[in-house]
C-alpha cells in the first residue's frame, strides 16, 4: 500500500505550474486516431495509466503506436477494420475507457469481452447499453456491471434521445453510430463535456453539431493527421484552489483547456471572490485555450445546483475543499452522479474531509459544508480515488499539524507527477 506524508509548514504556490495534458481529450484522441489508417501525430498526449489503458486496449484490435521526441504516432485500422482481440480487454480502473470502448466496438462483427479492476466492476454500466441496444447493438453486462460481452451486430440509424447526463454515455452512442448503417440523430438532453464532438469535427467530416442535438454519418472520412491535446483543467483545478486558500501565492498555468463544459468550476470560485484571471485565449485542435492567473483570495460560501453538476463532476471533491475553508456556509445540491465515479465520492469527501476537521454533511445526495479557517490533522484514505488522493493533499496545506494519506499511488491515473509538483511549487517559504 503506498502512502505520502505531507509535513507541516506554512504553504505558498508560486511559479508556472506545469499541469499534464487532459485525460479526456486524450482517450478521444487515441481513440479517434485508430480511424485513420495512415499515420496520426498526436502532441502532448497524457501519458497516465488510463489512457495508457485505452492505448493497450486498441492496440489489442489492431492498432500501432510509436514515440519519437514526446509525440505519439498512431496508425489506425479504420473503424471497419479492427480486429478481434485474442483476450479480455482489461479497462483496469478506467470508466472512460471502458464507456467509450462498449460503443466503439458494438458495431463490429466479431464479440470482445471487457472487464476492469476492483473499483470498475462496481461501476454501473448499463447506462451505455441501453441506448446502444436501442439502436441495434447486442451486450451483456454483470447485473448491469463488469464483464461486459459484445456481440457482433448492426448498428442503426435514426433517431435517440439520451437523458442521462454523462459525456461517456453520450460518447459511446457517437463511436456506435460510427460505424452503424445509417445516420444517427442524437437529441441531448443533459450538457455535458462535448470533446468527442469537438474531435470528430476537427479529425473528420463525420457529425453535424447543432445547439440541442448531433448527427453522426457514418464511416469517418478523416481530414487532419495531427491533434494537439491541451492541458487539463480538472488537474489545473487542485493548484488553482492550492493558491486561493494560502496566503502569498500567485501561480501562472499555462495552455489549459478552457472548454465551456470545463470550466464552470472557475465561474464557481470566481463567484466565491477568486482572483482568476484568462490571458491569451487561442484554439487548438478545435478546442478553447488559455493561461490562467491565479492568486489568494479570500473566499466567501455559495450555493450550487443540480443543473451545474455534470459541468463540475470532476472538480467537486476540490470544490468541497474550497468550500470547507471559505466563510459561512455552502450547498451542493443533487450531487448523485458522484456515486458512480472511482469512488463514491459523496462518501469520500465528506468522511475524509471530516477526519481533517472539515464540517461538512450530507443528506439525499446534497452536500452541506459550513467554512472554518484551518483544518485539524491526522491519517486519511484516498480510497484510492486519484481526485480524493489530490484534494486531501492540498487540503494538507491549510492542516495545523503533519497529514498522512493512505493509498496515495492512485494519482497516476490522471497526473502522475502531482506530489513532485506539489513539493516544488507549494512548499516556498
Ligand atoms: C469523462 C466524463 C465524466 C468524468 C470522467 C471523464 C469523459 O464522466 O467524470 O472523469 O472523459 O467523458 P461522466 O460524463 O460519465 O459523468
Known sequence: MSEYLISHTNFNFNGEI??????????????????NKEMTKINNLLLS??????????GSIGVMFAENNGKIFTRGTGIREYIQSPETIDCRNSGTTARLLIGLLSGQKFSTRLDGDESLK???????????EEIGAKIETNNGRMPVDIFPSVINGGTINLSTPSAQVKSAVILAALSGNSELKINIEKVTR??????????????????????????????NDQIEVPNDPSSAAFFIVG????????????????NPTRIKFIDILKNMGANILMNNERNVSGELVADINVKSSDLKGIEVSESEIPLIIDEIPILSLAMSLAEGESNIYGATELRFKESDRINTI?????????NISENNDNIKIVGKEVLTYG????????????????????????????????VKISFPQFYEIFEKYGRNS
Open 122 to 132: 462496481k461501476r454501473p454500466m448499463d447506462r451505455v447499453k441501453e441506448p446502444l
Open 379 to 410: 491519517e486519511v484514505d484516498s480510497h484510492d480515488d486519484h481526485r480524493i488522493a489530490m484534494m486531501l493533499t492540498i487540503a494538507s496545506t491549510k492542516c495545523i499539524k503533519d497529514v498522512k494519506i493512505l493509498n496515495s499511488g492512485c
Open 49 to 58: 495509466d488510463d489512457v495508457k489503458t485505452t492505448m493497450y486496449s486498441v
Open 18 to 35: 506545469p499541469i499534464p495534458p487532459d485525460k479526456s481529450i486524450s482517450h478521444r484522441a487515441v481513440i479517434l486516431s485508430t480511424f
Open 350 to 358: 465528506i468522511s475524509e474531509l471530516s477526519k481533517l476537521g472539515a
Open 243 to 258: 493558491a486561493l486558500i494560502n496566503d502569498n501565492s500567485d501561480i501562472l498555468l499555462k495552455n489549459i483547456c478552457i
Open 194 to 223: 462535448d470533446h468527442t464532438e469537438i474531435m470528430l469535427n476537427y479529425f473528420t467530416e463525420n457529425i453535424i453539431i447543432e445547439q440541442d442535438s448531433l448527427t453522426i454519418i457514418p464511416d469517418p472520412k478523416i481530414i
